[in-house]
């Protein structure tokens, strides 16, 4: 198999362990880089059916010595890892800057070095800002209207540049709003059906905000797919094009959890109004046309799947404080 060998950095993730397990059970040989720590602490891997399969190695993503000894070996390489809390990153700008743009640059730098055959950069929907038309396309101007947002842009840009100045074999896979079991409750799915599971109030920002949501499994998919299929130097968005307001959202889980829970709108979870991207609704037809990608699972069947795996874990989830 040709590039038989991956690196996915942020592999213990919500996002990255989903991958993780994916490639392994299509055969490849993958590599789980994620942050060190004293424990040896593997997260969403820990108890995988695959862990014995997988190779792991902790060190820093923002560290170049971590990055480079990481690489040595590998014939591709998924970069998820990233700060991605959008509150966040009003309060700690320098972390995204450290953490989102000199990690890419440690993973570029280090390919460059390596001649690594393909390295495929995670971007986000959140580069776009507010829709300028809808839906949006790959060619939509870019507009950082928070500090995450303005770090992914650059991390996209300098692999833009690699790409162009070295001919880095690099590609960018810009997802909208992935889902599913195992996502931190900073997210505002997992939010709701938390808080519908264990309370009667669910607390929500911006209620008529429009998002685009994409079940975690055929994102993994949209992966395999670009890797296999998509040129290099290449952007391309993953969604399904179909959005979805917050306050809809949340009727669509109060019915799947059974759940009388009423809504309470709280300032503390809205961003500042300059910030909020008001719509995001992916233009999905490049990867349609590009790929063999056909995602596999509406918003009901996710959210519903999402829903079970929450059940099994909802006692031991603090929904009482909001964690930013």
Same mark, same amino acid.
């Given at each position: 198999?040709?590039?038989?060998?991956?690196?996915?950095t942020?592999?213990?993730?919500?996002?990255?362990?989903?991958?993780?397990?994916f490639?392994?059970?299509?055969?490849?040989?993958v590599?789980?880089?994620d942050?060190?720590?004293?424990?040896?602490?593997?997260?969403?891997?820990?108890k995988?059916?695959?862990?014995?399969?997988?190779?792991?190695?902790?060190?820093?993503?923002?560290?170049?010595?971590?990055?480079?000894?990481?690489?040595?070996?590998?014939?591709?390489?998924?970069?998820l890892?990233?700060?991605?809390?959008?509150p966040?990153?009003?309060v700690s700008?320098?972390?995204?800057?450290?953490?989102?743009?000199?990690g890419?640059?440690?993973?570029l730098?280090?390919?460059?070095?390596?001649?690594?055959?393909?390295?495929i950069?995670t971007?986000?929907?959140?580069?776009y800002?507010?829709?300028?038309?809808?839906?949006?396309?790959?060619?939509?101007p870019?507009?950082?209207q928070?500090?995450?947002?303005?770090s992914?842009?650059?991390?996209?840009?300098?692999?833009?540049?690699?790409?162009?100045?070295?001919n880095l074999? @690099?590609? !960018?896979?810009?997802? =909208? +709003?992935?889902?599913?079991?195992?996502?931190?409750?900073r &997210?505002? #799915?997992? *939010?709701?059906?938390?808080?519908?599971?264990?309370?009667?109030?669910v607390?929500?920002?911006?209620?008529?905000?429009?998002r685009?949501?994409?079940?975690?499994?055929?994102?993994c998919?949209?992966?395999?797919?670009?890797?296999?299929?998509?040129?290099?130097?290449?952007?391309?968005?993953?969604?399904?094009?179909?959005? @979805?307001? !917050?306050?809809?959202? =949340? +009727?669509?889980?109060i019915k799947?959890?059974?759940s009388? &829970?009423? #809504?309470? *709108?709280e300032?503390?979870?809205?961003?500042?109004?300059?910030?909020?991207?008001?719509?995001?609704?992916?233009?999905?037809?490049?990867i349609?046309?590009?790929?063999?990608?056909?995602?596999?699972?509406?918003i009901?069947?996710?959210l519903?799947?999402?829903?079970?795996?929450?059940?099994?874990y909802?006692?031991?989830i603090?929904?009482?404080?909001?964690?930013?």
């Amino acid at each position: 198999m040709k590039n038989n060998k991956i690196l996915i950095t942020g592999a213990t993730g919500f996002i990255g362990s989903h991958l993780a397990e994916f490639l392994t059970e299509k055969g490849f040989n993958v590599v789980a880089f994620d942050r060190y720590n004293i424990n040896n602490d593997y997260g969403w891997l820990n108890k995988s059916k695959y862990k014995s399969d997988i190779e792991f190695i902790l060190g820093d993503i923002r560290d170049y010595d971590s990055v480079i000894n990481a690489m040595q070996g590998v014939d591709a390489v998924m970069h998820l890892a990233a700060l991605c809390g959008i509150p966040y990153s009003y309060v700690s700008p320098m972390a995204y800057l450290r953490t989102n743009i000199e990690g890419t640059m440690n993973i570029l730098n280090a390919g460059k070095t390596l001649n690594t055959q393909e390295i495929i950069i995670t971007s986000t929907s959140e580069t776009y800002g507010s829709a300028q038309y809808i839906p949006i396309n790959e060619k939509h101007p870019l507009v950082g209207q928070s500090p995450y947002s303005a770090s992914k842009i650059s991390a996209d840009q300098l692999a833009i540049s690699y790409f162009r100045s070295f001919n880095l074999p @690099i590609k !960018i896979i810009r997802p =909208f +709003n992935a889902y599913g079991p195992r996502q931190s409750l900073r &997210a505002v #799915i997992p *939010t709701i059906i938390s808080q519908c599971l264990n309370s009667n109030v669910v607390k929500l920002g911006n209620l008529h905000t429009k998002r685009d949501f994409t079940y975690v499994l055929d994102l993994c998919s949209a992966f395999l797919e670009i890797k296999q299929n998509s040129e290099f130097g290449e952007i391309t968005n993953v969604g399904m094009n179909q959005d @979805i307001t !917050i306050d809809n959202l =949340f +009727n669509k889980i109060i019915k799947i959890t059974n759940s009388k &829970a009423s #809504i309470e *709108t709280e300032l503390l979870r809205s961003r500042p109004t300059s910030s909020e991207v008001d719509v995001l609704l992916c233009d999905n037809s490049k990867i349609l046309k590009t790929t063999n990608w056909k995602p596999q699972y509406n918003i009901d069947e996710g959210l519903n799947i999402t829903v079970d795996w929450f059940k099994k874990y909802s006692k031991e989830i603090d929904i009482n404080h909001y964690h930013i």
